[in-house]
C-alpha cells in the first residue's frame, strides 16, 4: 500500500490591513503621510531658495576687483550697469517679436517684473557683500561658490541708488576677524569719496558666466 501523502500547508498572503476613513488609527496615518510631504515641500523650496541665493551672491563673487577692493561708486556702477540690465537683450528681443496689438508673452512678463522688483529695491536699501571692505574681500575669495552659510560670515553694507555717496553697514559678518573690528556704523566718508577710478573697471562680460545663472531659465 502507497504512503500516504502528506497535503502541503498553504499559506494565504496577509491581507494589508484597512482602516475606516473615521477610525484613529487611520487620522494617524493620514497626519503621517501629510506632514511627510510638507517636509518634502519644504525640503525642495530650501534647495531651489539655496540654489538661487548661491547664483546671486555668485554674481557679487565675480564682481570682486583682481586686486584690492572696489570703490563704492565702482559697487554702485555694477549694480547699475550689469545687475539691473542683465535682462535686457532678452526683453528687447521678446519686445521685437511681438506682433503688434498682440498681449505681451509670459516671459515678458516676467523679465518686467524682475527688472522693476530689483530696481525698486535699489532705490529703497539694498544688501550686498563689502566688496569695498579689504578684510570681507578677503574672506569672499575663499568661497566655493556654492555653500550659501559662508556667506553669513561676510559684512554686508545698505546702499541705495537715492544716494550713491553712502552707506551703512547692515550686517557685521559672522567671521572673528570681523567682529574684532570697528562696531557697525556709518561707512567712513574716506571710503566713499576717496577714490576717483573708472566707476566700471571691467567690462560686462567678466559676468556674462554668472549672469546666465540668474533666476533660472525662462518659458
Do not use: C
Not at 4 to 33: C, I, M, N, Y
Not at 79 to 108: C, F, M, Y
Amino acid at each position: 500500500m502507497a504512503p500516504s501523502k502528506t497535503p502541503k500547508s498553504t499559506s494565504r498572503p496577509k491581507k494589508e490591513k484597512v482602516f475606516h476613513p473615521d477610525s484613529r488609527k487611520a487620522g494617524q496615518l493620514s497626519r503621517v503621510q501629510l506632514r511627510k510631504a510638507k517636509l518634502a515641500d519644504a525640503a525642495s523650496k530650501r534647495t531651489k531658495k539655496h540654489s538661487a541665493q548661491a547664483d546671486v551672491y555668485g554674481f557679487f563673487y565675480h564682481a570682486i576687483s583682481p586686486e584690492g577692493t572696489l570703490s563704492l561708486e565702482e559697487l554702485h556702477s555694477i549694480i547699475s550697469n550689469v545687475w539691473l540690465t542683465r535682462h535686457d537683450d532678452e526683453l528687447e528681443q521678446e519686445r521685437t517679436a511681438r506682433r503688434k496689438g498682440r498681449p505681451k508673452s509670459t516671459k515678458e512678463l516676467k523679465l518686467e517684473e524682475i527688472k522693476l522688483r530689483e530696481s525698486e529695491q535699489y532705490r529703497t536699501g539694498m544688501d550686498v557683500p563689502d566688496l569695498t571692505h579689504e578684510a570681507t574681500v578677503k574672506l569672499f575669495r575663499k568661497w566655493d561658490q556654492t555653500e550659501v552659510a559662508y556667506i553669513q560670515l561676510l559684512r554686508f553694507i545698505r546702499i541705495s541708488s537715492v544716494d550713491p555717496t553712502s552707506a551703512v553697514i547692515s550686517k557685521q559678518g559672522e567671521h572673528h576677524s570681523l567682529k574684532e573690528s570697528v562696531p557697525p556704523q556709518a561707512i567712513d566718508e574716506a571710503m566713499v569719496t576717496d577714490r576717483d577710478d573708472t566707476l566700471l573697471i571691467e567690462p560686462p562680460s567678466r559676468f556674462a558666466s554668472t549672469m546666465m545663472m540668474m533666476d533660472g531659465p525662462l518659458p
